[in-house]
């Protein structure tokens, strides 16, 4: 065993999933060098997620890699979002039920500044990500594994085991993006809690075949096949060869994942498809099952859990990826802010305080639709009586409606004034409302830094901006009053808000700044 050990490593990510490469991805956006340890030996090429939603988009857009991600997406404009078909072949010959994809609303369109064409598999959008990371000169170090954690009150010491044996870092913070089943966590000795694993065991069959023939110009994002032969879920990754199908794993009749082996696999895919003369390559089978989980603690000491390491999210809604991509984002610039030496590192703990609830909302509200998927599909007036009913908020809600109440937010409002409809209203901890200012969107203008935005008659804002060293902008919106101004954090989480002029706005930023950051209280001058 080899025992160098390696000093000043300020962040270590461990997990080289979607959630760690962007965690990585973000703290080098904010320049801060990060190591990335991976078991395996890349990215992985089996899909697990392909739903993509509008906030991960703009994290994506931030780090700009939006373009990159949306030519790697499926185009789905005026595709059919969720099928059901007793076969391809089936499907193709116009015997489907369709629900179309979600097609924004004028409203909708100013929600957000830029949406996919379509899904994006998980697998593409790594790819992405990794290949940003290697132009970057990331440290990533795949084949690597954590063997050993500990930490005190000045760093954590890892010990690691790669290609060429065991050896040690000593890290300044640990950032576990490991999974479900996380190797940190179980080390650092958190439990979890929740319902566990859910329904019947899965397995997810990767496959490459042509449907092109079979589909006649028809495209979704899923399907749910009901032949009784091979009845699962068909999902596109690429819209023409590459696809995922989900079939259950009767563990209870003595089936096992092992069982399904490729060329029980490529007979399962040919009763789907409805051709017992397809032409079917297995590239990998999965097994899986839903489970609905979360850490007791998001956060200890100098370790923080991120995407499912912190939270396992049933599928139903797509919510787990998008959630663990927030939690990535909320955190990045909170240690990029302790390690330049601009915050105390009391601003980490809001991490947890943060992110907690709500990724407790979002596994509640997945688990609601797990009761009953028609209340994510469904549309029109009687499905959103059911979702009333049943407690289920609106998807957008979910995705970018939510609040933050922590210390790095002064004067929070985290109740939601809706559940049925997206409410972005500036208040102090929701995301910042998007609107075009000279073409450029409010969330570009942000930036990844402190950003103050000023009503069209805020002037004593725009001086104090400048004053303090804040990049500010005049913007005319219905959120902003038009002497008031909202201080952004770098996430575009609205820090402060404040409608009209303060009698002293240099100091209020100041103060406002100071306390968010967690400073050192200043000492008046004599």
Known sequence: MTATAYSNVPVLVVGGGSVGLLTAALLAHHGVPAVLVERRSGPSVHPRATGIGPRSVEVLRELGLDA??????????????????????????????????????????????????????????????AADL??????????????????????????????????????????????????????????????????????????RADLRPHLRGMSFATCTITTPQAPGLLATVDGETNWVFHVACDVDAGERPEDFTHERCAAIVRLAVGDPDLDVEVRSVLPWRPRSAAAERFMVGRVFLVGDAAHTVPPMGAFGLNTGVADAHNLAWKLAAVHHGEAGAGLLDTYAREREPVAAATLDQAMRRMADPQLHWGRGPEAAAARAAAGVWAAPVVHLGQRYHSAAVIGPRPELPSTVDLVLDGSPGSRVPHAWVDGVSTLDLVASRWTLLVGVAGGTWLAAGAETGLPAHRVAAPWLPDEGALLVRPDAIVAMRATAPAPDPVRCLTEALDQVLARPARVPSA
């Open 68 to 129: 990159a991600v949306d030519a790697a997406a499926v185009d789905l404009r005026g595709a059919a979002g969720k099928a059901v078909a007793p076969t391809v072949v089936a499907m193709g010959a116009g015997d489907v039920v369709t629900v179309p994809m979600p097609t924004p609303s004028a409203d909708g369109l100013d929600v957000t500044p830029f949406r996919l064409r379509g899904v994006c598999a998980q697998d593409r959008l790594d790819a992405v990500v």
């Open 134 to 207: 290697a132009r970057r000169g990331a440290d990533l170090r795949w084949s690597t594994r954590l063997v050993g954690i500990a930490q005190d009150a000045d760093g954590v010491d890892v010990e690691l085991e790669g290609p060429d044996g065991r050896y040690s870092l000593r890290c300044a913070r640990v950032v576990a993006a490991d999974g479900t089943h996380s190797t940190v966590r179980t080390a650092l000795g958190v439990g979890i809690s929740g319902p566990g694993d859910l329904g019947t065991s899965k397995v997810n069959i990767l496959f």
